[in-house]
């Protein structure tokens, strides 16, 4: 999930207005549903990778890697 996300992210940033807009509505969908089913990271700070971005301060329960 976090690597689709970040691929996401980076998709979204590159499309002009209009298809952003759109995809942004789907992808808040999505989004909703990830935080409804994981929990904050509480060590997201010390972690390696882009800690900025929200859902990489997740925890799935180790049912997801990446």
Same mark, same amino acid.
């Given at each position: 999930?976090?690597?689709?996300?970040?691929? =996401? @992210?980076?998709? =979204?940033?590159?499309?002009?207005?209009?298809?952003?807009? @759109? =995809? @942004?509505?789907?992808?808040?969908? =999505?989004? +909703?549903?990830?935080?409804?089913? +994981?929990?904050?990271?509480?060590?997201?700070?010390?972690?390696?990778?882009?800690?900025?971005?929200?859902?990489?301060?997740?925890?799935?329960?180790?049912?997801?890697?990446?």
């Amino acid at each position: 999930m976090r690597h689709a996300r970040d691929v =996401l @992210e980076l998709v =979204l940033e590159q499309l002009p207005l209009r298809a952003r807009a @759109e =995809l @942004e509505r789907q992808v808040s969908s =999505l989004d +909703t549903g990830y935080l409804a089913r +994981t929990l904050p990271d509480p060590f997201a700070d010390r972690r390696q990778w882009r800690a900025d971005l929200w859902w990489r301060r997740r925890l799935a329960g180790g049912r997801e890697p990446g």
